[in-house]
């Protein structure tokens, strides 16, 4: 039985692929979930399973500068590619940081999000059920 935290080194050498691919064929996508989350400027906004931060970055591009988004993954090759890309960008850090995080056990303080989204994380969940419970904890009522 293989743990997290080998299942998510599994990602990180496929990280630079991943990103490219992620760029040319799911911009839309994170688009339109932005779109459909109705983010705002302001919004505190949790990206679940960020991956290389494409949706983070939608987010951050959504928000202004009064809104702060973090994107999460377990990914460490991941979430070093999200960090280069977002400061080449000039969003990173005033407006989006990206952390190291399980989503079935984030560490975030209970009602502290106003909007929670995520591209395609819940298939590579091994509980996504408690990735649910976690996100009604930390979104606002």
Not at 25 to 51: K, M, P
Not at 86 to 107: K, N, Q, S, W, Y
């Amino acid at each position: 039985m293989t743990s997290k935290t080998d299942e998510a080194q599994s990602y990180d050498p496929i990280a630079a692929a991943f990103d490219r691919l992620a760029e040319r064929y799911h911009q839309r996508y994170a688009e339109r979930v932005c779109a459909l989350a109705h983010i705002g400027l302001g919004d505190s906004v949790l990206d679940v399973g960020t991956g290389t931060g494409l949706v983070a970055r939608a987010a951050g591009a959504r928000v202004g500068g009064g809104g702060k988004v973090l994107g999460v993954d377990i990914s460490a090759g991941m979430l070093a590619l999200a960090e280069e890309r977002g400061r080449r960008l000039g969003l990173v850090p005033h407006v989006v940081r990206f952390a190291t995080m399980d989503a079935e056990a984030l560490e975030l303080p209970d009602a502290s999000v106003d909007v929670a989204v995520s591209l395609f994380a819940w298939r590579h969940l091994p509980r996504p059920a408690a990735a649910v419970a976690e996100l009604r904890r930390v979104l606002r009522p």
